[in-house]
């Protein structure tokens, strides 16, 4: 199986990245400028047409949305390495719910957060009690994910997974756009332990909101 990835540092590509190294997946990685407009290039749009990265390039065929790229991964290198549930198991369920989560339910409210106050966004666009109500959501989301962990230490059990990277890397991008884990310690020990993951800390290393 060939596989290329297209990139680019600290972006929405990063936890791609950080899944391919804790895997131990050989892939060729592309690194594109996005402030110098990579993205929009006409050859990259005709691999996604959306013009963003992260794209996994799957034998010829694009595949993107981080979220289904990292689900992929999972399917197709997670489980012989005992980083991803076994398909037809209760485990794989709960996996895709939780890393769907992240992405879409959690994810849309760091959006939220990120329209209404980022100094990247249009002060003109600006709406500090959205902001608020965001923040406020996020912090309640962070609850109930503080509740599953206080089960056990990671998402699935015992056994650290690819389902906490998805997560962790979701939770980790929220905290540089301001949401704060403080009150939720069982998040903070779960967040501290996916921080101290050689794949982390290889790929992260200069992390910064993007
Ligand atoms: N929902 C998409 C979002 C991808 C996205 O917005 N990526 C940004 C980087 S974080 C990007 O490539 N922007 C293109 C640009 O700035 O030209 C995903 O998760 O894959």
Known sequence: MSLKLFAAPMSSASPVVTAL?????????????LAAGEAKQPAYLAINPHGVVPTLV???TPLFETVEILQWLGDTHGVERGLWPAAGTPER????SWTSWAYVSYG?????????????????????????DALQRLDAALGRLDARLATSPFLLGDAYSLADLVVASVVT???????????????????????????FRTTWGNAEAS
């Not at 190294?21 to 400028?33: H, N, P, Q, R, S």
């Not at 369920?93 to 895709?96: G, K, T």
């Not at 990120?114 to 709406?127: K, T, Y």
């Open 108 to 132: 849309m409210l760091v959006n939220v957060l990120n329209f209404s106050q980022s100094p990247r966004v249009d002060a003109s666009l600006h709406h500090a009690p959205l902001a608020a």
């Open 173 to 199: 991008y929220s905290t540089y756009c301001g949401v704060t884990t403080s009150g939720h310690a069982n998040v903070e020990r779960w967040l501290a332990a996916f921080h101290a993951r050689p794949a």
């Open 21 to 33: 190294a804790e895997l131990g997946i050989d892939c060729e990685i592309v690194m594109l400028d």
């Open 58 to 60: 799957v034998d010829g």
């Open 93 to 96: 369920l709960v996996a895709l």
